[in-house]
């Protein structure tokens, strides 16, 4: 596709079910970043890839977070023993260079709700 | 910690008229700057980009600039229309911290 796609687009999970979050970054795309939104916030920064490796995971709010990009394209963001504060709109966004001085192109997000 | 903050909150003008959108930062060191735009239900549409060698950019009814010793962004949107209304968004830096946006809307 043209854009970048996130799936699934919603996700309801029980309380402690463990959740996968798929990316899928513009073709060519070097940087990829995943974020988390709360409703009426700004997009918070959770990790950011450079082809596979993942250079910084500063913001990922426990050792529940994981994410991976094993061949530098599609990314996977899984949350483990999900909790309530998880719920939130994950987003993905993907750039053609390596720094934040190119355009950054999001996908539409994937709406977790935890009940 | 780098914090933004994006004035006004929302702002709801006549179709037409020129607005001015806020973005501040408290480490002024910021290189690179992007508004985007955020529909209901929908990810974020970069608007515009400024990188570290410019000072402002333009792309149509839309002007951006940015003030790097203040760490001050002005989003200006001339001529607002109705398909204007929508959260508008400011991120920079490394890791693109985002302030909480300003909600537009532009009535008939």
Redesign the interface.
């Known amino acids: 596709g043209a854009g970048v796609s996130q799936s699934p687009r919603y996700k309801v999970a029980k309380r402690g079910q463990d959740v996968a979050l798929r990316c899928d970054p513009i073709s060519g795309h070097v940087s990829l970043f995943w974020y988390q939104q709360a409703l009426g916030q700004g997009p918070e920064f959770l990790t950011y890839f450079q082809n596979e490796a993942q250079l910084d995971k500063s913001g990922l709010p426990s050792d529940r977070f994981f994410a991976e990009r094993p061949e530098g394209s599609v990314s996977t963001l899984k949350i483990q023993r999900t909790q309530q504060e998880d719920s939130a709109v994950y987003l993905c966004a993907s750039s053609f260079g390596r720094s934040s001085g190119n355009t950054i192109y999001f996908g539409e997000g994937s709406w977790l709700t935890v009940v | 910690k780098q914090e933004?903050t994006q004035i006004p909150a929302a702002l709801s003008v006549p179709e037409g008229e020129n607005l001015v959108l806020n973005c501040s930062f408290t480490d002024s060191a910021i290189?690179?700057l992007?508004w985007?735009r955020q529909d209901p239900?929908?990810?974020?549409?970069?608007l515009l980009?400024i990188?570290?060698s410019q000072r402002e950019q333009t792309s149509g009814r839309l002007n951006a600039s940015l003030d790097k010793s203040s760490g001050r962004s002005t989003l200006y949107i001339a001529a607002s229309q109705p398909g204007d209304s929508a959260t508008y968004?400011c991120?920079?830096?490394?890791?693109?911290?985002?302030?909480?946006?300003t909600q537009l809307k532009v009535e008939l």
Request: net charge positive.
């Open positions: 933004v290189y690179n992007q985007f239900g929908k990810g974020l549409t970069s980009l990188q570290s968004l991120g920079g830096g490394n890791k693109l911290t985002f302030g909480t946006g």
